[in-house]
């Protein structure tokens, strides 16, 4: 999409290499870790800042710490360049010998850009030697005169490699200056006074360059002030969306549905009041708005399908296709199972679309798509395919929303008009990441669970306790019930961690013989993997190890036991998904968490909350708070919101910048100052989506 950017801003989103003294080299490495505009590097925060400026006496100053000093230069003692026999400019500094240390340096530069009898000024860490003082390789040596180049607070970045500090030091203080005197402020001066905030300008000036102790205390509020302009920038952005999407109001009645009243009378439980809740919200929304967005939250096992069902059946008795769009084969093949189950008596038919199916039966099945015979299909991504075309789409579910990127969800939108879009997760989403990643949809959340379920048991155990663990096992298989187990297999370990998991799985192998265990990972081809996790459905193997993989979306209600290895390894919200594959039945369930002697009692505390609670919500936060938004999803998601500045955890901040974006009207233009704001950062694509 071609981005059309306020002018004022053309120096910021220019090359690097416009930054007085970034040629092409060092523009190409910055822009490897940081991004290819002015602006990215001025986003680039410092993590610390060095004070060089030290009043204290020389005799105070320990060993270790950084001194910026005066030092007169009273002889060199050169040195080799290639041994190890330092050159050292010896001086004396109140009182006290000095010695400045080079390793493996040419030495006539020293001597004649610092003569002896000359004052120097130095900056760098000493090491007391009796009372000699040391500093090897100093950060600064310069000619007294040229003593203001020593900065007295040096910023200090998250590094890449093949690039220095003072580079990138230098290169951001150029940046700095190319930001226009003239920017109008977008944030309302209410705020700005109540808040104290100083000007987007000033903010980075004195977070990349304090000049004194005065803004060195200001910058706070400038990390505040910049973390705020940019998920005001994101919450502008989604309310236009919003507003964008609601204006399109139908008048449509409100008409009774038939099909899935009769449903419910094939259901041997009632549905949850949350169920009839969300179900009610997603009615209101097909008879009142001409394109639904809605996300439904629900917990595992909290009966998503259900209520999606509804959502599918309420389009095709106004004479619409529906999909229902979920991740692995053996999800799509369960909800196959589900959805025909009980829709049998309706005549309706209903398509199952996944890599499974062979070439000769697709061709059928894509014309009956085509000709609207088919009005339920459930498939993989299969499905975006350009080759499958709909009749009359009417309704877009996708299961476990967050396997899908945004693009393929933009795909499936594509193939009708006004198609109503749910998304389902079972992964409980903390309230900020759901405002700040998916503002722009309606929320249901289901915050209950049928009564018909068992809690599930969750014992915390260390790995020297294998022995009863694998007890226990044997009880559980004697019941003729199945166990996960469940290894982990991350990408900075793999190698290793696959080991482990062979390892485990040839044990296990050894000792239940007689109940076939089974093995599956994500590195293993996808068909091997299939088969295992289908012959544990059959009933022919009662053991699965794997790992992740399992993650999302199965029910196998008769496993009542999952092993989880290694638990301190996983994120928190993803060790509640994992426990969710039990449970799922009448059976009582197990979720064991073992542990390595290594973990850290921080580590122990972790697993507690999980023991603790089964509110995937309230894990959730938690997880959010230890480890970070990339952590809830298990893996990062194209859709997912990077923030650069904004740290989630300023609820307050993010409730005043959705309430200030709600004021904005649709009916009038965005104001020019919100324009420059979005465009910052990147949100201007809403603006045009307006038009
Ligand atoms: P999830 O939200 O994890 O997708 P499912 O929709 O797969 O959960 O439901 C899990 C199981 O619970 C299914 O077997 C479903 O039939 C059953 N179920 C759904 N709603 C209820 C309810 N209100 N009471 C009892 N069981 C229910
Ligand atoms: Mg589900």
């Known amino acids: 999409m071609n981005i059309i950017r306020p002018k004022i801003l053309y120096p910021l989103f220019s090359d690097l290499t416009t930054v007085n003294g970034v040629g092409p080299k060092t523009a190409k490495l910055i822009e490897k870790k940081i991004g290819k505009n002015l602006i990215d590097l001025l986003f680039h925060l410092p993590h610390s800042v060095i004070r060089r400026l030290n009043n204290l006496q020389l005799k105070n100053c320990p060993s270790q710490s950084i001194i910026t000093k005066c030092v007169k230069v009273?002889?060199?003692?050169?040195?080799?360049?290639?041994?190890?026999?330092?050159?050292?400019?010896?001086?004396?500094?109140?009182?006290?010998?000095?010695?400045?240390?080079?390793?493996?340096?040419?030495?006539?530069?020293?001597?004649?850009?610092?003569?002896?009898?000359?004052?120097?000024?130095?900056?760098?860490?000493?090491?007391?030697?009796?009372?000699?003082?040391?500093?090897?390789?100093?950060?600064?040596?310069?000619n007294i005169n040229d003593k203001d180049k020593i900065p007295k607070f040096e910023t200090v970045y998250p590094l890449t490699s093949g690039i220095t500090n003072k580079i990138i030091r230098k290169s951001i203080e150029s940046s700095l200056n190319k930001i226009p005197n003239n920017f109008p402020e977008w944030i309302p001066k209410k705020l700005i006074d109540e808040k104290k905030w100083l000007s987007f300008k000033k903010s980075l000036e004195f977070i990349h360059v304090p000049q004194n102790e005065k803004e060195m205390k200001l910058r706070n509020l400038c990390f505040e002030r910049l973390g705020f302009d940019e998920v005001y920038a994101n919450q502008l952005g989604l309310s236009l969306y919003r507003k964008k999407n609601q204006t399109k109001k139908l008048k449509n009645k409100k008409k009774e549905y038939f099909f899935f009243t009769s449903i419910l009378k094939k259901l041997d439980f009632q549905l949850t009041n949350a169920q009839v809740k969300c179900i009610n919200e997603i009615e209101d929304d097909i008879s009142k708005k001409s394109q639904m967005k809605r996300l439904l939250q629900g917990d595992v096992g909290s009966g998503k399908t259900l209520v999606a069902l509804s959502?599918?059946?309420?389009?095709?008795?106004?004479?619409?296709?529906?999909?229902?769009?979920?991740?692995?084969?053996?999800?799509?093949?369960?909800?196959?199972?589900?959805?025909?189950?009980?829709?049998?008596?309706?005549?309706?038919?209903?398509?199952?679309?996944?890599?499974?199916?062979?070439?000769?039966?697709?061709?059928?099945?894509?014309?009956?798509?085509?000709?609207?015979?088919?009005?339920?299909?459930?498939?993989?991504?299969?499905?975006?395919?350009?080759?499958?075309?709909?009749?009359?789409?009417?309704?877009?579910?996708?299961?476990?929303?967050?396997?899908?990127?945004?693009?393929?969800?933009?795909?499936?939108?594509?193939?009708?008009?006004?198609?109503?879009?749910?998304?389902?997760?079972?992964?409980?989403?903390?309230?900020?990441?759901?405002?700040?990643?998916?503002?722009?949809?309606?929320?249901?959340?289901?915050?209950?669970?049928?009564?018909?379920r068992q809690s599930i048991i969750t014992k915390v155990i260390p790995l020297e306790r294998y022995n009863e663990v694998i007890t226990a096992i044997k009880r559980a298989l004697k019941r003729n019930e199945k166990v996960y187990w469940i290894c982990p297999l991350l990408e900075m370990s793999e190698k290793l961690d696959m080991v482990a998991l062979v390892k485990r799985y040839e044990q296990l192998h050894k000792e239940f013989r007689e109940y076939s265990p089974v093995m599956a990972h994500g590195k293993m081809a996808k068909e091997e993997r299939e088969n295992s996790i289908n012959s544990f459905f059959t009933n022919k193997s009662k053991i699965l190890v794997a790992s992740t993989v399992i993650e999302v979306g199965i029910d196998i209600p008769d496993a009542t036991i999952i092993i989880i290895e290694n638990s301190e390894r996983f994120g928190l919200a993803q060790l509640h998904q994992l426990r969710g594959r039990v449970g799922r039945g009448s059976l009582q369930s197990y979720c064991i968490l073992m542990y390595n002697k290594t973990i850290s009692e921080i580590g122990k505390s972790r697993l507690h909350t999980i023991r603790n609670s089964n509110d995937g919500f309230y894990i959730a936060e938690k997880d959010l708070d230890l480890r970070g938004p990339g952590e809830i999803f298990g893996s990062k998601q194209s859709g997912e919101e990077n923030f650069r500045l904004f740290t989630l955890k300023d609820f307050e901040l993010l409730e005043t910048a959705k309430k200030l974006s709600e004021n904005n009207s649709l009916n009038s233009k965005v104001p020019y100052s919100q324009q420059i704001l979005m465009s910052i950062f990147n949100n201007d694509e809403y603006i045009q989506n307006l038009n």
Request: net charge positive; hydrophobic share 40%; glycine share 4%.
């Open 74 to 142: 009273k002889k060199h003692i050169p040195g080799y360049y290639q041994s190890r026999k330092p050159y050292i400019i010896f001086g004396e500094c109140e009182g006290f010998d000095v010695e400045i240390i080079f390793f493996h340096f040419r030495s006539e530069y020293l001597k004649d850009k610092f003569p002896e009898l000359t004052e120097v000024m130095v900056s760098g860490k000493i090491e007391w030697k009796k009372d000699k003082v040391q500093i090897t390789h100093p950060d600064y040596l310069v």
């Open 311 to 452: 959502a599918i059946l309420n389009l095709i008795e106004i004479n619409k296709q529906a999909v229902l769009m979920a991740p692995t084969d053996l999800l799509c093949f369960q909800h196959f199972e589900f959805i025909s189950k009980y829709t049998s008596h309706l005549k309706i038919k209903v398509s199952l679309l996944t890599s499974k199916i062979k070439q000769v039966d697709k061709k059928k099945i894509l014309k009956d798509i085509l000709d609207g015979n088919s009005q339920i299909i459930i498939g993989t991504h299969s499905l975006i395919s350009d080759s499958v075309k709909f009749y009359n789409l009417g309704i877009a579910v996708i299961d476990e929303q967050h396997k899908f990127g945004v693009n393929q969800r933009n795909k499936i939108l594509s193939k009708g008009e006004n198609i109503h879009l749910l998304l389902l997760t079972a992964t409980p989403i903390p309230r900020s990441l759901t405002m700040t990643n998916y503002g722009d949809l309606d929320l249901s959340i289901i915050n209950e669970t049928p009564k018909n």
